[in-house]
């Protein structure tokens, strides 16, 4: 039998030894590891708070904001820290929980019930209660004490401007992430650089005052300034909008270009959308067509045809061209949009009319290549020095890999691709006297010490002489005559230069052509131009002519601007060209462009 003594000694020595190990254990966490200890605990009570950073504002040349950002708060709730906002002998309980939903609904806008419910949901200690919190209402919230309620900053993007703008400004999505437009593509101005919060948390979820806290400060984003005016914006989408509605069409979309410093005073599209709230918007209206959108112009393109022939001496203004009924040319038969008979017309009239065979009779004396170097000069197949997000180049095929028909197709507009800011730029071009400006949207940027920084002038690019641009001017001008295509397009008491445009639309998801691009592209007053407008109205269910649908919108816009600028009426001008011939033509005469010429020169 053992001894009870021995028993006794035993056990006291086992105990003696544990409360040895305890206290060595206690001694090396309050002694050796103190600090250590203390930072896994304070580690376990920290929390991190982002702090976002508000966007840059987006103006337009004048100073009007079409973007900002205002602070917001996200209201979050502990449903277990709530329970103590009123305490029964002591207890925290359900009683705190509807206490702080009465006190808190009228703050928040939501009823009790709802509160309730959110203040009692079980197995979490973190529920949203409400986003998109004024500064003011959060104010209000905290002033009631309710632990367990909390508020993480957030920003939140206005849109003064609504739908004039949406396209081309852009969006953001509620995270603050640029989706697309001028937010999208100048994020890196814009954006800036979120801050962080660091603080104690006390065992109710609130945060403690006064708790250590380590803050990097939020960076906002810098202000940007547009070359849009947002007057000219307005009046070119509302008369866009109502046109492509009265006829029914896809898609319109307006440009309006400052001729002598390519800045883009106006780009609307229509249908559009209002940024300020994406729930109702298609994918389709987030596009930016003017930029985006690249189609074949038809007519308007008939421009840099007889420019490249202006420009080499093959026709003059009034040189005569003998326009048949049909055009044998790469095993097909061209024909104009209207029938006609045999028709005896100048270069001038072959511009005013709009023709398709006289515009091959032309062009076709320029060769392929050169055709090709003229457009590509004129800006056709690369994108402009814009930079807007998602922009379209457009498509020019080497010459060389034109097939047969296409040799005569791109001389009328059809068988390349442009968008409706590179059609405008083109017009531009020939109203500056043959200098290409590069366009631009952006202004300016204000650095991080508020201080505005002029973005740098373009240089211009000579593409065509003065002497051929006056020319083609000129002819321009016989498009909105008696005798021309575009009527709709006359300004009572000015000069109007400018060209008709009816195109076969191709349709991407068809496969195949399907519908029209009906276009007016001009500017007034001819003789000194400070604005060019350009106006595309897409698939129009009701008409097809560019001078009938797209010139009334160029009419109203052009308008508003020769009225806003107090520009002086226009006087004759000296040049006096003419668009039927003046005495009769003779296929065997030399200096006149026919079909029976052509086969002589082997053309």
């Known amino acids: 039998m053992a001894n009870p003594r021995g028993r006794a000694r035993a056990m006291f020595i086992a105990v003696l030894f544990l409360f040895s190990v305890f206290a060595a254990q206690l001694l090396r966490i309050q002694a050796f590891d103190a600090s250590a200890t203390q930072a896994a605990a304070l580690s376990k009570r920290l929390i991190k708070l982002h702090t976002p950073a508000m966007r840059g504002q987006i103006l337009d040349t004048n100073g009007q904001v079409l973007a900002d950002s205002v602070e917001r708060f996200t209201v979050a709730a502990d449903p277990v820290a709530i329970q103590c906002y009123v305490k029964v002998e002591g207890e925290c309980g359900w009683q705190g929980v509807h206490q702080a939903a009465a006190d808190l609904a009228p703050k928040l806008g939501l009823d009790v019930a709802r509160l309730t419910t959110l203040f009692t949901k079980p197995n979490t200690r973190y529920v949203i209660v409400k986003k998109d919190v004024t500064p003011s209402d959060w104010r209000q919230i905290q002033a009631l004490g309710v632990p367990g309620i909390a508020a993480q900053r957030t920003a939140k993007r206005l849109y003064p401007t609504s739908m004039a703008l949406g396209q081309l400004v852009g969006y953001v999505a509620a995270d603050q992430t640029a989706g697309g437009g001028v937010e999208l593509m100048l994020d890196g101005t814009l954006a800036g650089r979120a801050g962080t919060t660091v603080a104690e948390r006390a065992q109710n979820g609130a945060m403690i005052p006064g708790s250590q806290r380590v803050d990097q400060p939020a960076v906002d984003g810098r202000n940007v300034r547009l070359t849009i005016d947002s007057d000219i914006q307005w009046y070119a989408q509302n008369a866009l909008a109502k046109q492509v509605t009265a006829v029914k069409a896809e898609t319109g979309t307006a440009v309006v270009l400052e001729l002598a410093t390519g800045k883009i005073r106006a780009a609307a599209s229509y249908p559009t959308f209002d940024p300020n709230d994406l729930s109702s918007a298609s994918s389709a209206a987030l596009r930016n067509h003017a930029f985006q959108d690249a189609f074949e112009p038809g007519s308007t393109g008939k421009l ?18 003998i326009v048949p009924n049909r055009l044998p040319r790469a095993g097909l038969k061209f024909k104009d949009h209207e029938n006609h008979g045999t028709e005896q017309l100048t270069a001038t009239g072959v511009i005013a009319k709009s023709s398709n065979l006289g515009t091959i009779l032309v062009g076709e004396r320029v060769k392929p290549d050169a055709m090709e170097q003229m457009y590509r000069k004129f800006g056709v197949g690369q994108k402009t020095a814009v ?5 379209s180049s457009g498509e020019l095929a080497k010459a060389s890999d034109w097939n047969a028909p296409q040799r005569y197709t791109v001389l009328f507009g059809q068988g390349y691709a442009l968008t409706a800011v590179q059609a405008a730029s083109v017009f531009a071009t020939v109203a500056n006297k043959g200098i290409r400006m590069p366009l631009s949207l952006v202004e300016g940027t204000y650095n991080d010490s508020g201080t505005y920084v002029p973005a740098p002038s373009g240089q211009g690019t000579r593409v065509i002489s003065e002497r051929t641009a006056t020319q083609l001017s000129r002819m321009l001008e016989e498009v909105t005559g008696k005798n021309g295509t575009a ?31 009906a276009s007016f592209i001009g500017y007034a007053p001819a003789e000194k131009p400070k604005y060019v407008v350009a106006v595309f109205i897409h698939k129009p269910q009701a008409g097809m002519f560019g001078g009938a649908l797209a010139g009334p919108v160029f009419n109203q816009v052009m308008t508003y601007l020769l009225e806003r600028e107090n520009t002086p009426w226009s006087a004759p001008s000296d040049l006096q060209y003419h668009v039927w011939a003046d005495k009769g033509l003779s296929p065997d005469d030399p200096d006149v462009l026919s079909d029976a010429r052509a086969r002589r020169d082997g053309l």
């Open 304 to 321: 840099m045809t007889m420019a490249a022939a202006l420009e080499r001496g093959v026709v003059t203004p009034d040189t005569g061209v």
């Open 387 to 391: 930079g807007f997000a998602g922009e």
């Open 487 to 517: 009527a709709d397009a006359r300004i009572a008491g000015y000069r109007v230069a400018g060209k008709t445009g009816t195109a076969d639309r191709y349709d991407e998801r068809l496969g195949r052509y399907n519908g029209f691009t």
